[in-house]
């Protein structure tokens, strides 16, 4: 018998291959990641990666990102598998998408596309969908020669949620109109969050940051003992939730805001800037890692980044590295055989991740370990903000 094609689910998953470029000075264990977290979005998007290409160039090809060679390869494997997409670790110019298209003859996505393709899928208010439909159509517009183009082929799936036909209409100048009254609409929501932030009264107020699928949600469960969405896939949470939490006598609000990735599209960045302003007017942030997940130095750079954009990188910040029940000792090198040994709380305090980061904290979310201290640094941080900030509250004495 030949390899299964298709899946025993409801319906069918949409099978893809990757594509990326090797730029030089790039080590293949970061490639691999790359691609590994690309297979992720994939995966949250409810497809199935089946094969990844990469290609060592110095940057890439400005008319097929990838050399002709290699995309004959793609071709090829692609129509003996009967692939359904292919999808680009970078985002695609309008001319190289057309002139991929062109050759392959599949559905053709870039890291961009999917990222906005899944936040589609998981926007439920209608801020975040709002913010969805105007970055989708802001990346659309220089792409509506090709959209119209290759319009009447589209049957949905992954990376064609979102505006469709009847939205993009017949011609850039009514783009352009829905684009303003999504932006005038978007002005009307951010006055309207405004004021309720205003009327939260005096309250300190705490922020969940990190990359996405770190565990933030978890611990905004566990914290505020509320029961919100949490997920093993990218972007579980789109939309920020805000919780009135009680340590011993001591209130405050705290929000859980959207993940942070690695390129993530300008355009989603720019429309949920609103949406961050949760993060810009925090008093205190709590940054989460993953520590278990192999390149989390990475992410906490990008993390980072993404908060400097934000103008809110100088914030007072406790660092809480989550998942150390999860977390494996690196090899010391390829021919070390000797099985590593998991860390101990002990440990993790004297590791070099609590020396370059303070305050840090060490703790398991989901199995509840050193919570206790997670709640003691917590509840002192606000304690003394509260009390710098209005000292004759009799609410602490």
Known sequence: ???????????????????????????????????????????????????????????????????TGKLEEIQTYIKAEEIDMVVFDDELSPSQLRNIERELQVKILDRSNLILDIFAGRAQTAQAKTQVELAQLQYLLPRLTRLWTHLERQKGGIGMRGPGETQIESDRRMILEKIALLKSRLKLIDRQNETQRKNRGQLIRVALVGYTNVGKSTIMNMLSKSDVFAENKLFATLDTTVRKVVIENLPFLLSDTVGFIRKLPHHLVECFKSTLDEVREADILIHVVDVSHPNFEDQIHTVNETLNDLGARDKDTIMVFNKIDAYVTPAADEFNEEESTPLTLADFKKSWMAHNNSPSLFISATKKENVEEFREMLYEKVKALHTSRYPYDKLLY
Do not use: H, S
């Not at 977290?37 to 995966?43: D, G, H, I, K, Y």
């Open 1 to 67: 018998m030949g390899k299964q094609k298709y899946y025993d689910t409801a319906l069918k998953q949409e099978r893809a291959v990757l594509v990326g470029v090797v730029t030089p000075g790039e080590k293949p264990e970061q490639t691999k990641e790359y691609l590994d977290e690309l297979a992720f979005l994939v995966q949250t998007a409810g497809g199935v990666v089946e094969k990844n290409f990469t290609q060592k160039m110095l940057k890439p090809d400005r008319a097929t990102f990838v050399g």
